[in-house]
């Protein structure tokens, strides 16, 4: 009963935050629901002060780092895998290869490093290994709210699929990223060699990346004959809920890579085979649905938990410079990729400044420093809360008018 409780609330606000934005706050999904909610915690947490307890304890059962990462993670990876051509993705495999490998560790090195030195100005002392978990959780980005706001505004293809390519794949880059320096500050791996935790990344993304091939492969062979569209939605629903299971507790390796890849090639491989056009109309409606579904959700959790974050004077001056951090390590982890790749010719600068600012950080963040368990947790939790919410807020905002200045330009 507290299980349906908490869904029938949730997606009760869901539903009349997205209305309220529909009508009248006019703003893409991601960002307007989320500043609704972030009013409504707001509202639930004065009225407790001043003795009403508005929100009846009703979220206290609420675990958004288990509902995301073990659930919600692998449906949006993989709905927004569906919709993406594999054949155009292709063309600019290298470019996000090194997005979504090199400038993930080298922005979690970056922002870890720079947040140990913050610390020890502000003499919050936060142990060596613990910035380094917040570089891996706050290096990911999120594709959610800048792909709406990329095809709203038409922008180039080119653009969008660099940018969707990245982040299908740099979530599992970077959960793999903040477990080895969670287990590093823990101490639970203190002995853990450079062979030992590159063999772990192989084995986590290269393992997730090889086993959602297989899966994807083999599920398409079977879908690509079904022309009933039932069949295929229950199929590719079992295929998510199954296929994660399998990869991360049986042969552990990366989930969400898993899924996103296995979305990949059943795309490309239905297209070729004997189903019609109206059951490929269907499932991938079916998807896109969901997708918006979880995605309003997650954002509403995202405002929601806004009620537990505590803040004080050290914490509010981190907060302000990490979000600095945060985004000169994106600009830097994309700027040396990309000058590598032009062999050291000249730099469109224009564009990396729209990689960096589209860069939006999400609910991967959020999930992952919540999971974080010690004294440490609420100053981890409240920066991450506080530079999601300014990458949300003023980044995504904002994209629209720095893409289309940027296509001006170009003309």
């Known amino acids: 009963m507290i299980g349906f409780k908490l869904a029938g609330v949730l997606i009760t606000l869901t539903a009349i935050s997205s209305y309220i934005n529909y009508r009248y706050v006019k703003l893409p999904k991601s960002i307007g629901i989320t500043i609704i909610t972030l009013f409504l915690s707001l509202f639930m947490i004065v009225g407790t002060k001043i003795g009403f307890n508005i929100s009846g304890n009703v979220f206290i059962g609420v675990k958004f780092n288990d509902t995301f990462l073990h659930g919600m993670l692998s449906f949006l990876l993989f709905a927004g895998s569906l919709h993406v051509n594999v054949i155009e993705l292709s063309r600019y495999k290298t470019l996000i290869t090194y ?9 979690t090195l970056f922002i870890g490093y720079c947040l140990y030195v913050l610390t020890q100005i502000f003499c919050i002392n936060l142990p060596f ?4 978990v917040f570089g891996a959780l706050i290096s990911p980005t999120d594709p959610i709210a800048v792909l709406g706001i990329l095809k709203i505004i038409k922008a180039p293809k080119s653009l969008e699929l660099k940018i969707a390519g990245e982040a299908l794949f740099n ?5 793999v990223l903040f477990f080895v320096a969670l287990s590093l500050a823990y101490g639970k791996n203190t002995d853990l060699s450079l062979d030992t935790m590159v063999f772990y990344f192989f084995r986590q993304g290269v393992g997730g990346l090889i086993l959602g091939l297989i899966i994807g492969y083999f599920s ?11 069949i295929t939605i229950i199929f590719t629903l079992g295929l998510v809920s199954g296929g994660y299971y399998i990869s991360h507790y049986i042969f552990e390796v990366s989930g969400p890579i898993c899924m996103a890849s296995a979305g990949l090639v059943i795309s490309n491989m239905i297209k070729k085979g004997e189903m ?5 109309i269907r499932l991938c409606s079916f998807w896109e649905l969901l997708d918006e579904v979880l995605n309003a959700i997650l954002f509403v959790l995202i405002g929601l938990e806004f009620i537990g974050i505590r803040f004080d004077i050290y914490t509010l001056l981190s907060v302000f410079v990490s979000i600095f951090i945060a985004l000169f390590g994106r600009w830097l982890s994309i700027l040396i990729p990309i000058y ?10 224009k564009l990396l400044n729209i990689l960096t600012w589209c860069g ?6 959020i999930a992952l420093a919540l999971s ?13 809360y506080a530079v999601v919410i300014f990458s949300m807020m003023v980044q995504g905002m904002s994209i629209s008018h720095v893409i289309k200045k940027y296509l001006r330009r170009k003309r």
């Not at 979530?171 to 959960?175: E, F, K, L, T, V």
């Not at 939006?360 to 963040?365: A, D, F, Y």
Request: hydrophobic residues 45%; contains cysteine; negative net charge.
């Open 99 to 107: 997005l979504a490998t090199f400038s993930v560790i080298f922005s």
């Open 129 to 132: 290994y613990y910035c380094f």
């Open 171 to 175: 979530d599992g880059m970077g959960i």
């Open 220 to 230: 398409a062979i079977l879908l690509r004959n079904v022309n009933d569209p039932e």
């Open 276 to 280: 019609t056009e109206d059951t490929m």
């Open 340 to 349: 590598g790749l032009t062999y050291f010719r000249m730099l469109n600068f």
């Open 360 to 365: 939006l950080r999400g609910g991967v963040s």
């Open 372 to 384: 974080i368990e010690g004294i440490y947790h609420d100053f981890l939790v409240s920066i991450t």
